[in-house]
Structures are given as C-alpha cells and as structure tokens.
C-alpha cells in the first residue's frame, strides 16, 4: 500500500476522532469519558451484558472497566443484578436514568451526523455509510502476522534471549529474580558448547531474524537413552498463534527419530497453557513437589513422555 494514500487516510482518522469530540474529557454533550457514553450504548443495545463482554467490545481491560461500572451503578445509570444461569456473574441494565441519559446520547449524536450530511449532496451518504463500515471492520480484523520459521541449531545471541524470554515470563508469572535468569543463562551456555553431539539439539522459533521462541533436547545430561526437554518458551504476543506446539512437534520428532526411551520435563504447576501443550504431545505427570531451589517454596512437577510405540 503507497504511503501516497495511507497517509491520507491517517488524516481523515485524526480529524474524524477531534470532530466527534473524542479528545475531550467528556462526550456527546455529557459529563462522563468516552469509555462510559460506549458502555451506555453497548448496554443499552443489548450487546453487553456482563462486566466481561464490555471490556471485550471496548478494548479494555478489566480492572478499567470494574472501575467504570462502579462509577456508572453509584451514579444511578445502570443496575448490576445476579445472573439466574450464573450466580457468579452480574447482569449489566440501565436504570430508568441511564435511559434518559442514552436518549440524550443518541439525540446528540444523529443531530452531529444530520448537520455534516446536510453539507453533503443527497448520494454522499450511502457512499460515507459504505466506506466507514468497510474501514471499520477491516481495522477489527488482527494483523495479518507473517510465518515464523522453526529453525535448529545455534543462533547468535540465543543464550541471552533465552534467558531474557524466561526472565520476563517468570519474573510476572511467579517472581523469580537474578538467581533464576542467571541459572538460565548458565545452563544453556554450557549447554550449546555440547551441540555438535547427535543426541542434542537446539531449536529456534524466528520471526524473520529475531528469536521469539525456544527448546532443546539434551540428551547427554540424564543418562543414556532419556532425553531432557529445557527452556521451552515463547516470547510474549506470540502465544496462542501455534508457535509453541510447532516447537514441541519439532523436538518430539527428533526424540523419536533417535529412539529415546522416554522424555522428561520439569516445570512449576499452575502453568497450565504449558502443561496443555506438553500432554497434547504424549507427556504425562509423573511427580511434583514442593520445592524450594528458587528462593522460595513453590509446587514443581515431573512430566514424562515414553517412546510411542
């Protein structure tokens, strides 16, 4: 696409967002934040009826929009009442002044659409309707995101971007510090020194030339004919797409291929997209225990997959 007319259109977003008001502390001629005029207007046509399905159609996240309903139920614009199906969910509907309210709303808004088209000759309206809609469910579809290769054997830089992924998962995940990312990295770099024998192997998931993903097998460290799955990990924005189980298909291929006895992993509980993956591909718990080698107690697991028959 030619910046000729992607710059065009980044104006005309610009200018639409200012002439609707949305730079302002306030919108369609109310006192409250844009955030809650379209909460008023989901709930009140129907399209979100819980805390939950509002902060999907908005674009926020919970907390933001726990936050904002408060702020609406104490202004006595909407009712908050136990689901019947559910009772650990609550039922969003607005009170009979949330009502007025998003009449004035709408009021305000076909009033703004009417004084523009009035400007415009008759045939532009279906044109703008047309262009707009198109616009707008284009920009609600995801990016489109290119293929990630699943690459073996050493990469520069891998030591540190593995222990780099690691650290940023596990430091939010569980609160792990400098000890564990320097476990990592001291791990892997004397595990990539032992690549050259045929029993090990390092995969890489890439993203064009950046390194988003990572396992091994390392055959060598538990003994003869038991294979070691390690830092198996994605990077952020990248789960969910198939990554991870590209990289584990990969790894148990290799495993089978030399004919490995069984497969082990250790890992933490509660980390359960992982463990979802890990028995997808054959593994099953075998142990776990409250260990404390990270600095504090925390539950680790032994999972273990035998060569498929």
């Known amino acids: 696409m030619s910046d000729a007319l992607v710059e065009p259109i980044r104006d005309a977003s610009r200018r ?22 379209h909460a008023l207007i989901e709930i009140g046509a129907g399209r979100a009826a819980t805390a939950a399905q509002l902060a999907e159609i908005l674009h926020l996240d919970k907390s933001s929009v726990s936050r904002m309903l408060r702020k609406l139920i104490a202004a006595g614009l909407l009712n908050e009442d136990p689901s019947a199906a559910d009772a650990r969910a609550k039922l969003l509907s607005l009170t009979a002044s949330g009502q007025e309210t998003l009449a004035a709303i709408d009021a305000f808004a076909r009033a703004q659409v009417k004084a523009a088209l009035a400007a415009l000759p008759p045939e ?3 044109v703008i309707h047309q262009g ?53 990295a001291g791990g892997m770099a004397e595990f990539v020194q032992r690549l050259d024998a045929p029993c090990n192997r390092l995969w890489c998931a890439l993203d064009g030339d950046e390194i988003v993903g990572t396992v091994a097998l390392d055959g060598e460290d538990l003994g003869a004919g038991i294979a070691h799955l390690r830092w198996f990990i994605v990077a952020d924005g990248y789960r ?18 030399q004919g490995f006895a069984e497969t082990r992993l250790w890992t933490l509980k509660g980390l359960d997209a992982a463990r979802k993956l890990y028995e997808a591909h054959g593994f099953v718990l075998a142990e776990e225990w409250l260990g404390d080698q990270w600095g504090k107690p925390i539950a680790e697991q032994r999972f273990v997959r035998p060569l498929p028959r």
């Open 132 to 184: 707009l809609s198109t616009y707008a469910e284009a920009l609600a579809k995801p990016a489109p995101r290119p293929e990630i290769r699943i690459a073996p054997g050493y990469r520069p830089g891998v030591i540190g971007r593995c222990a780099q992924l690691h650290a940023a998962y596990y430091s939010r995940s569980v609160g792990f510090g400098a000890s564990f990312e320097a476990k990592v």
């Open 16 to 37: 639409l967002v200012r002439e609707l008001g949305f730079m302002k502390p306030v919108l369609a001629n109310t006192e409250m934040p844009p955030s809650a005029v």
């Open 240 to 257: 969910g797409a198939g990554v991870g189980r590209r990289l584990l298909d990969a790894a148990m291929a290799f495993c089978d291929a």
């Open 124 to 126: 532009a309206a279906p």
